[in-house]
Structure formats: structure tokens, C-alpha cells
């Protein structure tokens, strides 16, 4: 992936167009269960901000999940724009007495160690972010049964409604009126 490291100390004035296509599973998304599972096409331009860059783009591909309800495999169109902020981590760059700015809010600006900027872990940073909390196979995903494990998608299972036996009843009644005497 040294093809996408874009050192931003060779950024000029002029927007920089970067993008491509990463192939289903080149990206590892470090993630349990969650893949690549198709192309994530994106584009993007970097451009220099001062000491900053500036990153805008979007991403599109399919990631491979596992569903929280029935566990089985689905996929997940995904899209999602950025705009994120990079500036090497250097404390020479700061004057002790120097009035740190505070109208811009410095939430998005990740550090780097030095001046290359990896697009390949940025890409996969965002697909990360674009991972749902709870995977859904369909809205609908009636899940597993608790009792048998039966994957409710595919047809009920004789436990699915929970039964308290009338009998039952009647012998713990019994059993209750046994032990007071
Ligand atoms: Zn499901
Ligand atoms: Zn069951």
C-alpha cells in the first residue's frame, strides 16, 4: 500500500486529486467479524492549510458483517463523505508564550508522527466508522431462538413462544402447600 503514503511535506499550494479502488479484502478492517467484501471505490483532494492539510472526500463499498440477531453473514452498502484535518506533530512548532487559537475547534486534526500520510489507513479508518453498531441482516431479523439456537428466518422452532405449563403450576402449588404443613 506504499502507493497511497503521501508525504505532506511535498503539498505546494495546489489541491492534490487523490482516489482509487481498493479490491474486496485488501483492506483489513481489524475488526471481529467485519470485512471487506467488495470494492471501496473513493476520491479525494488534500490541499495545505497553513501548517495543516485538509483531506475532503468520499468513500464507497460493501463491507460483510455478521448479522447481532441471527449471526448470519450480510452485506452493507456503505458511503460516507470526510473532511478531516493533519498536521505533523512537532512542539519546536510552538512558542511557549504564543496564544493558541481557540476559534478553531482542533477536534479533527489527527497528529502525525512524521510527514507521510498513509490514504490507505484513512480509508480504512472511515470504513471502520461507517460500521453500524448492530448489524441487521433485514429490519425485520427475527434472530435465533433462545432456547434451541433454530434461526428464526428460516422457520419456527417448537419453543419460540415461551409456555408456562398449567401443570407445573399445580404441582409447585402442591409442592408449596407440602412444605407449610
Ligand atoms: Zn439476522
Ligand atoms: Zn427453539
Same mark, same amino acid.
Given at each position: 500500500?506504499?502507493?497511497?503514503? !503521501?508525504?505532506? $511535506?511535498? @503539498?505546494? +499550494?495546489?489541491?492534490? #486529486?487523490? =482516489?482509487?479502488? /481498493?479490491?474486496?479484502?485488501?483492506? &483489513? @478492517?481489524?475488526?471481529?467479524? *467485519?470485512?471487506?467484501? =467488495?470494492?471501496? +471505490?473513493?476520491? *479525494? /483532494?488534500?490541499? %495545505?492549510?497553513?501548517?495543516?492539510? %485538509?483531506? !475532503?472526500?468520499?468513500? #464507497?463499498?460493501?463491507?460483510?458483517? *455478521? ?18 484535518? /493533519?498536521?505533523? #506533530? &512537532? ?21 502525525? $508522527? ?5 490514504? *490507505? &489507513? ?6 471502520? @466508522? +461507517? ?17 434451541? =439456537? #433454530? ?16 401443570? /407445573? ?13
Amino acid at each position: 500500500m506504499k502507493q497511497y503514503v !503521501v508525504d505532506i $511535506a511535498d @503539498l505546494g +499550494s495546489e489541491r492534490l #486529486h487523490v =482516489g482509487g479502488v /481498493f479490491p474486496a479484502g485488501s483492506l &483489513d @478492517l481489524g475488526q471481529p467479524g *467485519a470485512e471487506q467484501a =467488495g470494492d471501496v +471505490s473513493w476520491s *479525494a /483532494f488534500i490541499e %495545505r492549510q497553513r501548517t495543516r492539510v %485538509r483531506l !475532503v472526500g468520499e468513500l #464507497h463499498g460493501t463491507l460483510g458483517l *455478521a448479522c447481532v440477531r441471527c449471526l448470519e453473514p450480510t452485506q452493507l452498502a456503505v458511503s460516507r463523505q470526510f473532511d478531516l484535518f /493533519f498536521e505533523q #506533530h &512537532d512542539e519546536l512548532m510552538y512558542e511557549e508564550d504564543e496564544e493558541i487559537e481557540l476559534d478553531e475547534p482542533d477536534m479533527q486534526t489527527a497528529f502525525l $508522527a512524521g510527514t507521510e500520510l498513509n490514504l *490507505a &489507513d484513512v480509508i480504512t479508518e472511515q470504513l471502520i @466508522l +461507517s460500521l453500524p453498531m448492530k448489524p441487521l441482516c433485514r429490519n425485520d431479523c427475527k434472530g435465533l431462538c433462545a432456547e434451541c =439456537g #433454530h434461526n428464526l428466518n428460516v422457520a419456527p422452532c417448537d419453543c419460540t413462544v415461551p409456555v408456562v405449563h398449567p401443570a /407445573f403450576d399445580v404441582l409447585v402449588e402442591l409442592k408449596n402447600r407440602m412444605e407449610r404443613g
